[in-house]
């Protein structure tokens, strides 16, 4: 889409980047703003969000982005926001990322070119923030309104780094309790992703990834930053063919201007018939290596992460956990937490870190004041004012430190008893009206235990009870999905932030969260919490 009507902008250019027989690279240049602000004629939010260009054949490129200079902008609140800067980085296939900072006058002009090389490095910036005059004339709905003008900022849902998974088996692997690396790892990316995909099936080769799950991504609306493409377990083509198959995969996708990331699959354990597969395996992950490096693309190297001394699938990643088959193909849950960490690294080094969309929006008065930011203990209970409990459960706590708001914690003792929760219930729902939901939740769950973990679990509520319908989160979890298991996640890897859009169905006037732990057993101390806890109606407010 295009910038509104009217802001200035300038085209900058950049390359041929060539090496040293004069060969064009291969690669991206990706850009960002360093703030978020609003084109006061129509008071449509620009909210930063990597543009990612790739290269030529040429090894050039371009791209318009608005000039830093312009005076069009606000922040939303009446004041003139100018001078922030971009900031880019040049990916060059095999080559370290460079980044800078510039800025991006256009001194009035519109329309003006400049080449990337000729833009002086400065230091970054969210921009001036000044009080504009309380007369002011703008286009509101297509007329001139003069005098003191008021723009009211539409609360949207922040889709600022998108990123998608394909694979077999291994990626869509979700038992009883477990959670798959490949939802595991975009949520403990925090900030750095604001929404993801996961597209896999078991027993899927290579060309099922290209022939039924690529046209899925291609299909996003937006197209994500990144395609993780994680496939070749269940192959028994030759190194060559499975190269041939992965480049009508990663194609598309450069062409889209989504990063590939690649991926080596997981050794097998040893015993009987791995032997050969094994020798496979390893000879097709030297190859991957060596197209990330050729290529500049990330690699997922699950052999190299889940692989003991001889090579195999190393013992602690076998045994059955959390509801995972142990069948030695298949990673446990400590396997996926292992993967997850080294995907959420990827991610973050790829996509920079954005501000929470609940933090960017205004938090509607009701969920304010409420229980939604567990602002009140009246009693001092360790439960905020307006939550439910019920089950067994360790000594719950209200735990300031959330970005806003507290946290609502509840804790689960060493060998204690399990299967409570606390219940937060939202009324006032509409059926047939489109809400953006979002939350924060943060884990301390070292031990696996016997089938026990913590987490939140979402269901649309109606006037009678529970609707029989769990809340779907078509845009971070497969629909059909209804929580987030946080087995093994610890308080090390941060807080995660997640951000959906569901339309209610008929009958629902509510929308229930539990936090708590499900399970048979508890071996080891610990605990979930929630803040932020968030609910929109976009149909209401006109945007949905």
Same mark, same amino acid.
């Given at each position: 889409?295009?910038?509104? /009507?009217?802001?200035?902008?300038?085209?900058?250019?950049?390359?041929?980047?060539?090496?040293?027989?004069?060969?064009?690279? *291969?690669?991206?240049?990706?850009?960002?703003?360093?703030?978020?602000?609003?084109?006061?004629?129509?008071?449509?939010?620009?909210?930063?969000?990597?543009?990612?260009? %790739?290269?030529?054949?040429?090894?050039?490129?371009?791209?318009?982005?608005?000039?830093?200079?312009e005076d069009g902008f606000t922040d939303g609140a009446g004041n003139s926001v100018t001078d922030w800067t971009y900031d880019v980085e040049t990916r060059l296939a095999g080559r370290v990322g460079i980044r800078s900072t510039f800025a991006l006058p256009a001194l009035g002009v519109q329309g003006l070119t400049v080449d990337l090389d000729e833009l002086v490095p400065v230091?970054?910036?969210?921009?001036? *923030?000044?009080?504009?005059?309380?007369?002011?004339?703008?286009?509101?709905?297509?007329?001139?309104?003069?005098?003191?003008?008021?723009?009211?900022?539409?609360?949207?849902?922040?889709?600022?780094?998108?990123?998608?998974?394909?694979?077999?088996?291994?990626?869509?692997?979700?038992?009883?309790? *477990?959670?798959?690396?490949?939802?595991?790892?975009?949520?403990?990316?925090?900030?750095?992703?604001?929404?993801?995909?996961?597209?896999?099936?078991?027993?899927?080769?290579?060309? /099922?990834?290209? /022939?039924?799950?690529?046209?899925?991504?291609?299909?996003?609306?937006?197209? %994500?930053?990144?395609?993780?493409?994680?496939?070749?377990?269940?192959?028994?083509?030759?190194?060559?063919?499975?190269?041939?198959?992965?480049?009508?995969?990663?194609?598309?996708?450069?062409?889209?201007?989504?990063?590939?990331?690649?991926?080596?699959?997981?050794?097998?354990?040893?015993?009987?018939?791995?032997?050969?597969?094994?020798?496979?395996?390893?000879?097709?992950?030297?190859?991957?290596?060596?197209?990330?490096?050729?290529?500049?693309?990330?690699?997922?190297?699950?052999?190299?992460?889940?692989?003991?001394?001889?090579?195999?699938?190393?013992?602690?990643?076998?045994?059955?956990?959390?509801?995972?088959? @142990?069948?030695?193909?298949? %990673?446990?849950?400590?396997?996926?937490?292992?993967?997850?960490?080294?995907?959420?690294?990827?991610?973050?080094?790829?996509i920079p870190a954005q501000p929470s969309a609940l933090l960017q929006s205004p938090i509607d008065p009701d969920i304010s004041a409420g229980v939604g930011l567990f602002l009140n203990d009246s009693n001092s209970d360790g439960y905020a004012d307006g939550t439910i409990h019920s089950g067994t459960l360790g000594a719950p706590s209200i735990v300031p430190g959330a970005a806003?708001?507290?946290?609502?914690?509840?804790?689960?003792?060493?060998?204690? @008893?399990?299967?409570?929760?606390?219940?937060? /219930?939202?009324?006032?729902?509409?059926?047939?009206?489109?809400?953006?939901?979002?939350?924060?939740?943060?884990?301390?769950?070292?031990?696996?235990?016997?089938?026990?973990?913590?987490?939140?679990?979402?269901?649309?509520?109606?006037?009678? @009870?529970?609707?029989?319908? %769990?809340?779907?989160?078509?845009?971070?979890?497969?629909?059909?999905h209804t929580g987030r298991s946080l087995c093994m996640v610890t308080e090390a890897d941060g807080p995660m932030y997640f951000h959906f859009v569901a339309t209610a169905p008929s009958a629902t006037t509510g929308l229930r969260a539990q936090l708590g732990f499900t399970g048979t057993a508890a071996v080891a101390a610990g605990y979930v919490q929630i803040s932020q806890y968030?609910?929109?109606?976009?149909?209401?407010?006109?945007?949905?």
């Amino acid at each position: 889409m295009a910038l509104p /009507d009217g802001v200035l902008t300038v085209t900058v250019e950049f390359g041929p980047y060539l090496d040293d027989n004069g060969n064009p690279y *291969t690669g991206t240049v990706q850009f960002w703003s360093s703030t978020p602000r609003v084109w006061a004629a129509t008071g449509a939010p620009i909210l930063p969000r990597p543009i990612v260009v %790739p290269l030529g054949i040429d090894g050039t490129g371009s791209v318009v982005l608005a000039a830093t200079d312009e005076d069009g902008f606000t922040d939303g609140a009446g004041n003139s926001v100018t001078d922030w800067t971009y900031d880019v980085e040049t990916r060059l296939a095999g080559r370290v990322g460079i980044r800078s900072t510039f800025a991006l006058p256009a001194l009035g002009v519109q329309g003006l070119t400049v080449d990337l090389d000729e833009l002086v490095p400065v230091r970054s910036s969210a921009g001036t *923030t000044v009080a504009l005059p309380a007369v002011s004339s703008v286009s509101v709905n297509g007329q001139a309104q003069t005098g003191a003008v008021e723009i009211e900022v539409p609360p949207v849902a922040v889709r600022s780094s998108v990123v998608a998974t394909i694979g077999d088996s291994i990626t869509a692997q979700n038992a009883s309790y *477990t959670e798959s690396y490949a939802k595991l790892g975009p949520s403990m990316a925090g900030a750095n992703v604001s929404h993801f995909r996961v597209y896999a099936v078991g027993g899927y080769v290579l060309q /099922d990834l290209h /022939d039924n799950l690529l046209p899925q991504v291609l299909a996003m609306d937006p197209l %994500p930053i990144s395609c993780l493409i994680a496939g070749g377990t269940n192959d028994s083509s030759t190194p060559a063919q499975l190269a041939a198959t992965l480049e009508t995969i990663t194609d598309p996708l450069v062409a889209a201007g989504i990063t590939p990331i690649l991926w080596c699959p997981p050794p097998r354990s040893n015993v009987a018939g791995n032997v050969t597969q094994a020798a496979a395996v390893a000879a097709w992950c030297a190859y991957v290596r060596r197209l990330g490096v050729a290529k500049g693309w990330p690699v997922l190297d699950a052999q190299a992460l889940l692989a003991g001394s001889d090579g195999y699938l190393a013992a602690e990643y076998i045994p059955a956990q959390q509801g995972t088959p @142990g069948d030695g193909i298949h %990673p446990n849950m400590s396997g996926h937490v292992v993967l997850a960490r080294a995907y959420a690294a990827i991610l973050k080094e790829l996509i920079p870190a954005q501000p929470s969309a609940l933090l960017q929006s205004p938090i509607d008065p009701d969920i304010s004041a409420g229980v939604g930011l567990f602002l009140n203990d009246s009693n001092s209970d360790g439960y905020a004012d307006g939550t439910i409990h019920s089950g067994t459960l360790g000594a719950p706590s209200i735990v300031p430190g959330a970005a806003v708001g507290n946290w609502q914690r509840t804790s689960i003792a060493a060998g204690g @008893g399990v299967g409570g929760s606390i219940t937060i /219930d939202v009324a006032g729902l509409t059926a047939g009206h489109t809400y953006l939901i979002g939350f924060a939740l943060q884990a301390s769950l070292d031990g696996p235990g016997a089938g026990t973990v913590g987490g939140v679990t979402m269901t649309w509520r109606s006037a009678a @009870g529970n609707n029989g319908t %769990p809340a779907p989160d078509p845009d971070n979890i497969e629909p059909g999905h209804t929580g987030r298991s946080l087995c093994m996640v610890t308080e090390a890897d941060g807080p995660m932030y997640f951000h959906f859009v569901a339309t209610a169905p008929s009958a629902t006037t509510g929308l229930r969260a539990q936090l708590g732990f499900t399970g048979t057993a508890a071996v080891a101390a610990g605990y979930v919490q929630i803040s932020q806890y968030t609910v929109r109606d976009l149909t209401a407010l006109g945007i949905d």
